[in-house]
């Protein structure tokens, strides 16, 4: 496969108040009228980093060594709700995070 990929690293949300919790700020959101794409709660996550469009090569090069890593279980405390690029027009709506940043 050739081309390019939207990338970034992300963690999954396994804590299912959490999930539950931002599924329903989705509802929300989707009751605003607003033009966006929600993901379903399945695939509610952390981004860490953003990649951006790279080769499909470095993609399964970069997904083959981040198998060998593991990483313990961490607290976060979310807070505060924000969009991008506006919040008039957003594309993604982002929550912040409080407690576990670093």
Do not use: C
């Not at 919790?21 to 509610?44: E, F, H, W, Y």
Request: no cysteine.
């Amino acid at each position: 496969m050739s081309g390019t990929i939207r990338s970034f690293f992300a963690f999954d949300i396994e804590d299912a108040v959490i999930v539950r919790r931002l599924s329903k700020v989705q509802g929300m959101l989707a009751n605003t009228g607003a033009d966006l794409k929600l993901v379903k709660p399945q695939n509610i996550h952390l981004t860490v980093r953003f990649l951006g469009d790279i080769p499909q090569p470095m993609v399964d090069s970069i997904y083959e060594e981040m198998k060998q890593l593991s990483f313990a279980p961490f607290e976060i405390e979310l807070r505060g709700l924000g969009a991008f690029p506006k919040l008039s027009h957003p594309r993604v709506v982002w929550a912040g995070i409080r407690k576990g940043s670093n």
